[in-house]
T-cell receptor, first 111, second 113 residues
Framework: RKEVEQDPGPFNVPEGATVAFNCTYSNSASQSFFWYRQDCRKEPKLLMSVYSSGNEDGRFTAQLNRASQYISLLIRDSKLSDSATYLCVVKTTDSWGKLQFGAGTQVVVTP | DAMVIQNPRYQVTQFGKPVTLSCSQTLNHNVMYWYQQKSSQAPKLLFHYYDKDFNNEADTPDNFQSRRPNTSFCFLDIRSPGLGDAAMYLC????????????FGPGTRLTVT
Protein backbone atom coordinates (compact mmCIF):
# COMPACT_ATOMS: atom_id res chain seq x y z
CA ARG A 1 0.00 0.00 0.00
CA LYS A 2 1.32 3.44 -0.89
CA GLU A 3 1.92 5.84 1.98
CA VAL A 4 0.00 8.62 0.26
CA GLU A 5 -2.77 7.90 -2.20
CA GLN A 6 -4.62 10.26 -4.50
CA ASP A 7 -7.24 9.94 -7.19
CA PRO A 8 -5.23 10.74 -10.33
CA GLY A 9 -8.23 12.35 -12.07
CA PRO A 10 -8.46 14.20 -14.29
CA PHE A 11 -11.14 16.32 -12.69
CA ASN A 12 -12.68 18.34 -15.50
CA VAL A 13 -14.15 21.50 -14.01
CA PRO A 14 -16.05 24.30 -15.74
CA GLU A 15 -14.62 27.73 -15.10
CA GLY A 16 -16.24 29.24 -12.03
CA ALA A 17 -17.26 25.91 -10.52
CA THR A 18 -16.05 24.31 -7.31
CA VAL A 19 -13.91 21.19 -7.21
CA ALA A 20 -12.80 19.14 -4.24
CA PHE A 21 -10.63 16.09 -3.89
CA ASN A 22 -9.03 14.06 -1.14
CA CYS A 23 -5.82 12.34 -0.31
CA THR A 24 -5.38 9.48 2.16
CA TYR A 25 -2.26 8.68 4.14
CA SER A 26 -1.30 5.46 5.88
CA ASN A 27 1.03 6.60 8.66
CA SER A 28 -1.08 7.65 11.62
CA ALA A 29 1.95 9.33 13.18
CA SER A 30 2.21 11.86 10.36
CA GLN A 31 2.32 15.39 11.66
CA SER A 32 2.66 17.85 8.81
CA PHE A 33 0.57 18.06 5.70
CA PHE A 34 0.85 20.13 2.55
CA TRP A 35 -0.65 20.66 -0.84
CA TYR A 36 1.79 21.37 -3.65
CA ARG A 37 0.86 22.42 -7.14
CA GLN A 38 2.79 21.16 -10.15
CA ASP A 39 2.31 22.50 -13.65
CA CYS A 40 3.18 20.32 -16.62
CA ARG A 41 6.94 19.78 -16.84
CA LYS A 42 7.61 22.23 -14.01
CA GLU A 43 8.69 21.86 -10.40
CA PRO A 44 6.29 21.40 -7.48
CA LYS A 45 5.41 24.63 -5.71
CA LEU A 46 3.97 24.87 -2.24
CA LEU A 47 0.30 25.83 -2.41
CA MET A 48 -0.55 25.68 1.26
CA SER A 49 0.15 23.90 4.49
CA VAL A 50 -2.76 22.07 6.09
CA TYR A 51 -3.46 22.78 9.74
CA SER A 52 -5.46 20.68 12.16
CA SER A 53 -8.27 23.19 12.32
CA GLY A 54 -8.47 23.54 8.57
CA ASN A 55 -7.36 26.63 6.75
CA GLU A 56 -8.28 28.82 3.85
CA ASP A 57 -6.18 30.83 1.44
CA GLY A 58 -8.32 32.84 -0.93
CA ARG A 59 -10.26 30.41 -3.08
CA PHE A 60 -8.48 27.38 -1.64
CA THR A 61 -9.60 25.52 1.48
CA ALA A 62 -7.72 22.63 3.04
CA GLN A 63 -9.06 20.27 5.67
CA LEU A 64 -7.44 17.56 7.75
CA ASN A 65 -9.30 14.56 9.15
CA ARG A 66 -6.93 12.70 11.44
CA ALA A 67 -9.46 10.07 12.49
CA SER A 68 -9.96 8.93 8.90
CA GLN A 69 -6.43 9.88 7.82
CA TYR A 70 -7.22 12.07 4.90
CA ILE A 71 -6.75 15.64 3.80
CA SER A 72 -8.82 17.51 1.29
CA LEU A 73 -8.47 20.48 -1.01
CA LEU A 74 -11.37 22.53 -2.26
CA ILE A 75 -11.05 25.13 -4.99
CA ARG A 76 -13.86 27.65 -5.35
CA ASP A 77 -14.60 29.80 -8.38
CA SER A 78 -12.12 27.82 -10.49
CA LYS A 79 -9.93 29.76 -12.90
CA LEU A 80 -8.31 28.48 -16.07
CA SER A 81 -4.98 29.06 -14.36
CA ASP A 82 -5.90 26.53 -11.67
CA SER A 83 -5.35 23.74 -14.21
CA ALA A 84 -2.47 21.73 -12.77
CA THR A 85 -1.60 18.59 -10.86
CA TYR A 86 -2.09 18.90 -7.11
CA LEU A 87 0.31 16.86 -5.02
CA CYS A 88 -0.61 15.78 -1.52
CA VAL A 89 2.46 15.73 0.71
CA VAL A 90 2.78 14.28 4.18
CA LYS A 91 5.67 14.56 6.58
CA THR A 92 6.48 11.76 8.97
CA THR A 93 7.59 12.28 12.52
CA ASP A 94 10.85 10.43 12.39
CA SER A 95 14.00 12.30 13.17
CA TRP A 96 14.25 14.15 9.95
CA GLY A 97 10.72 14.39 8.59
CA LYS A 98 10.91 12.89 5.13
CA LEU A 99 8.29 14.13 2.69
CA GLN A 100 5.95 11.49 1.32
CA PHE A 101 4.40 12.56 -1.97
CA GLY A 102 1.23 11.40 -3.59
CA ALA A 103 1.29 10.93 -7.33
CA GLY A 104 -1.05 13.89 -7.77
CA THR A 105 -4.56 14.74 -8.83
CA GLN A 106 -4.91 16.41 -12.19
CA VAL A 107 -7.40 19.28 -12.45
CA VAL A 108 -8.43 20.66 -15.82
CA VAL A 109 -10.50 23.84 -15.79
CA THR A 110 -12.39 24.40 -19.01
CA PRO A 111 -13.88 27.63 -20.41
CA ASP B 1 15.76 36.58 -7.31
CA ALA B 2 15.90 32.87 -8.11
CA MET B 3 16.33 30.87 -4.93
CA VAL B 4 17.05 27.33 -6.11
CA ILE B 5 18.80 27.13 -9.45
CA GLN B 6 19.39 24.02 -11.49
CA ASN B 7 21.67 23.63 -14.47
CA PRO B 8 21.27 22.61 -17.11
CA ARG B 9 17.50 22.65 -17.52
CA TYR B 10 17.69 20.00 -20.22
CA GLN B 11 20.42 17.40 -20.52
CA VAL B 12 20.86 14.73 -23.17
CA THR B 13 23.40 12.00 -22.52
CA GLN B 14 24.28 8.73 -24.12
CA PHE B 15 23.67 5.36 -22.55
CA GLY B 16 26.53 4.71 -20.13
CA LYS B 17 28.09 8.16 -20.40
CA PRO B 18 28.53 9.84 -17.00
CA VAL B 19 26.55 12.99 -16.42
CA THR B 20 26.51 15.60 -13.66
CA LEU B 21 23.57 17.78 -12.74
CA SER B 22 24.04 20.93 -10.72
CA CYS B 23 21.99 22.71 -8.07
CA SER B 24 22.70 25.94 -6.25
CA GLN B 25 20.74 27.91 -3.70
CA THR B 26 20.75 31.46 -2.41
CA LEU B 27 18.64 30.69 0.66
CA ASN B 28 21.52 29.55 2.86
CA HIS B 29 19.47 26.50 3.78
CA ASN B 30 21.07 23.65 5.68
CA VAL B 31 19.40 20.83 3.82
CA MET B 32 19.56 19.98 0.13
CA TYR B 33 17.64 17.14 -1.51
CA TRP B 34 17.67 15.35 -4.84
CA TYR B 35 14.48 13.81 -6.21
CA GLN B 36 13.79 11.81 -9.34
CA GLN B 37 10.38 12.24 -10.94
CA LYS B 38 9.09 10.21 -13.84
CA SER B 39 5.98 11.04 -15.84
CA SER B 40 2.73 10.85 -13.81
CA GLN B 41 4.60 9.64 -10.74
CA ALA B 42 5.38 11.18 -7.39
CA PRO B 43 8.83 12.64 -6.85
CA LYS B 44 11.10 9.97 -5.41
CA LEU B 45 13.76 11.02 -2.92
CA LEU B 46 17.24 9.83 -3.85
CA PHE B 47 19.27 11.38 -1.01
CA HIS B 48 19.74 14.49 1.05
CA TYR B 49 22.48 16.44 2.76
CA TYR B 50 22.11 18.05 6.15
CA ASP B 51 25.09 20.38 6.01
CA LYS B 52 27.86 17.97 5.05
CA ASP B 53 26.09 14.92 6.42
CA PHE B 54 25.03 12.71 3.51
CA ASN B 55 21.93 10.52 3.80
CA ASN B 56 21.19 7.98 1.12
CA GLU B 57 17.77 6.41 0.66
CA ALA B 58 17.91 2.63 0.96
CA ASP B 59 16.56 2.02 -2.53
CA THR B 60 18.73 4.57 -4.37
CA PRO B 61 20.88 2.71 -6.91
CA ASP B 62 24.67 2.89 -6.52
CA ASN B 63 24.73 4.46 -9.97
CA PHE B 64 23.62 7.71 -8.33
CA GLN B 65 26.09 9.72 -6.28
CA SER B 66 26.08 13.19 -4.84
CA ARG B 67 28.53 15.86 -3.73
CA ARG B 68 28.04 18.98 -1.70
CA PRO B 69 31.27 20.99 -1.74
CA ASN B 70 29.77 23.94 0.15
CA THR B 71 26.46 25.20 1.52
CA SER B 72 25.34 26.67 -1.77
CA PHE B 73 26.05 23.88 -4.22
CA CYS B 74 25.04 20.27 -4.60
CA PHE B 75 25.71 17.92 -7.51
CA LEU B 76 24.05 14.75 -8.72
CA ASP B 77 26.35 12.37 -10.55
CA ILE B 78 24.95 9.51 -12.60
CA ARG B 79 27.88 7.24 -13.28
CA SER B 80 26.43 5.09 -16.05
CA PRO B 81 23.02 6.32 -17.13
CA GLY B 82 20.57 3.75 -18.38
CA LEU B 83 17.42 4.31 -20.39
CA GLY B 84 15.43 3.92 -17.18
CA ASP B 85 17.18 6.93 -15.66
CA ALA B 86 15.49 9.32 -18.06
CA ALA B 87 13.44 11.56 -15.80
CA MET B 88 13.08 15.00 -14.28
CA TYR B 89 15.62 15.54 -11.50
CA LEU B 90 14.51 18.00 -8.87
CA CYS B 91 16.69 19.69 -6.31
CA UNK B 92 15.05 21.06 -3.18
CA UNK B 93 16.21 22.85 -0.07
CA UNK B 94 14.90 23.43 3.42
CA UNK B 95 16.17 25.40 6.36
CA UNK B 96 16.01 22.47 8.71
CA UNK B 97 14.34 19.12 8.77
CA UNK B 98 11.26 18.20 10.66
CA UNK B 99 8.76 21.01 10.12
CA UNK B 100 10.38 23.17 7.50
CA UNK B 101 8.96 23.59 4.02
CA UNK B 102 10.96 22.44 1.02
CA UNK B 103 11.61 24.74 -1.92
CA PHE B 104 12.15 23.19 -5.31
CA GLY B 105 14.33 24.22 -8.19
CA PRO B 106 12.95 24.16 -11.75
CA GLY B 107 14.41 20.72 -12.41
CA THR B 108 16.68 19.18 -15.01
CA ARG B 109 15.03 16.98 -17.59
CA LEU B 110 17.41 14.17 -18.49
CA THR B 111 17.14 12.26 -21.73
CA VAL B 112 19.23 9.13 -22.28
CA THR B 113 19.82 8.05 -25.86
Amino acid sequence: RKEVEQDPGPFNVPEGATVAFNCTYSNSASQSFFWYRQDCRKEPKLLMSVYSSGNEDGRFTAQLNRASQYISLLIRDSKLSDSATYLCVVKTTDSWGKLQFGAGTQVVVTP
Amino acid sequence: DAMVIQNPRYQVTQFGKPVTLSCSQTLNHNVMYWYQQKSSQAPKLLFHYYDKDFNNEADTPDNFQSRRPNTSFCFLDIRSPGLGDAAMYLCATSRGLARDEQYFGPGTRLTVT
